[in-house]
């Protein structure tokens, strides 16, 4: 037991800081914030987007440290019971559950396009992805849309499981296995060590890629508008006209809560191996800040300037209709061809880095079930990885096989990692500032904190933050509910994933009830009865 227990506790605050740096630190940083803000509008899309991480990610990130700490005080370590002690009852517990539905969930993919970004970059250390420079754009475009299809197998259900194409699921067992044996070693010997030097190494490449994106100057004499300058100017050039379209407002809330990992159940996890004295204060606006860095100082500033430098405002704007995997996988390859002999190099750094981003959010998607099954059904680690590496090989094994236009992918996105996001949020913040009490949050956040968290933000708790996320949610539901629903009652795809959710779901559900049953008989206090120092 002794040996258990020091797998589950953090090494040092930097390390903590790192590990939930490098949870939010993703796809999202780099894939999904350039697309959000090509189709918004570039300079459009940041106000929206500062907005919502000061009224938003912040503020909800606090509390959700807070609520990992104490219940990790309390002997917790997973969202349904750490949610139970916040929401003072039974039912707090079973919709804490979502907790762990959403990492989980969403690792059944993101596994998988984590696949992607190791076999991009071996592609490009070997020689490329057959796209001819001296091509035109759109045959060049053409044929780096044509080994995205066939490397994802977005082609054809079934499509990467043919002897022409196991290439990828080669790379899927040992992206998987990396994955499974970081998470078994435990918080300090595997998540923290990784991210200690995975997040440097991040941004060193991140650099690299950057910096030869800023010398680029203006690369094609027929287009001099299509340069670095315009094209910073693309993403940092305000457009106030645009902050009457709800649309953008809605766009920016859902990448803040996406790229913060907050509603994710990840940092109330990682929070809760905290000590009762551990910084939270700062140490949570360290992570946030981080996260900005790599998203906005790196994300966009690369992918925006290179995309619009080759591309224009309307091929980029183009490049992102066909979703937030377009700009990075089948747009940027095209501007790697053009950079001349570097390319291929440029490119196998932007890909490397890509993978770890991918891992080091990943690690943190598995870290909440395998918790989640120690606590709840009293497993021991290693039959605890064994369940939870069985689960998500079968829900990653159905991602690739049903593959199609990325249908099966696209419905879990949207139900767990969109929807629920979004009601995790909201059901944490209302627990933490309503039932347990914001006087009670101040007290137990500033309990060993090196920075007062500003007053004004407790305000922001209580009164901004909850109605905030209500209009932001009910505008979400408008905009995406009825094009969902068509899509699920036409896709056997989509029914599928729907299947695999609601399985999963029941399983989690079945936990909670055991663990209930097992905290109660060892006389836990699972309701906060009894409030701690």
Known sequence: MAGEKKLDEWGTRFGVILAVAGSAVGLGNFLRFPGQAAQNGGGAFISPYFCALIFLGIPIGWAEWTMGRYGGRKGFRSAPAIMGIFGRGSAA??????????????????????????????HFLTGGIGVNPQAAIAEQTGASRAFFAESTGFGADGALFRLHNLETLLFFMIVFSINISLVYRGISKGIEKFCSWAMPSMAVCALIVLIRVLTLGTPDPAHPDQNVVNGLGYMWNPNFSALGNFRTWLAAAGQVFFTLSVGFGVIINYASYLRKKDDIALSGLTASATNEVFEVGFG?????TAAFIFLGVTGTTEAVSTGNFGLGFQTLP?????????????????????????????LSMYQPALAFSQEALGLSRKPATAAMAGLCIVGSFGVMWFSKGGVFLDTIDFWVGSFLIFVMAA???????????????????????????????????????????????IGFCVQNMKSSAQLIAASTAAKLALGLIALTTAALLAGVRIGEKRWRAAGLDIDDKIPLD
């Not at 501007?335 to 890909?351: E, I, R, T």
């Open 93 to 122: 517990r079973y919709v804490g559950s979502i907790g762990v539905l959403i990492p989980v969930a969403v690792s059944f993919y993101y596994t998988f396009v984590e696949t992607w970004c190791l076999g991009y970059c071996w």
């Open 300 to 304: 966009g500033m690369i992918t925006l």
């Open 334 to 362: 095209v501007v790697f061809a053009h950079m001349g002999s570097l390319g291929n190099l440029v490119g196998a750094v932007w890909f490397f880095m890509l993978f770890l981003a991918a891992i080091t959010s990943s």
């Open 427 to 473: 059901l944490q913040i209302i627990f933490f500032s309503w039932i347990f009490g914001i006087e009670r949050g101040r007290k137990e956040a500033h309990n060993g904190a090196l920075i007062r968290i500003p007053d004004v933000m407790w305000f922001v708790m209580r009164y901004v933050a909850p109605p905030y996320l209500i209009v932001v949610f």
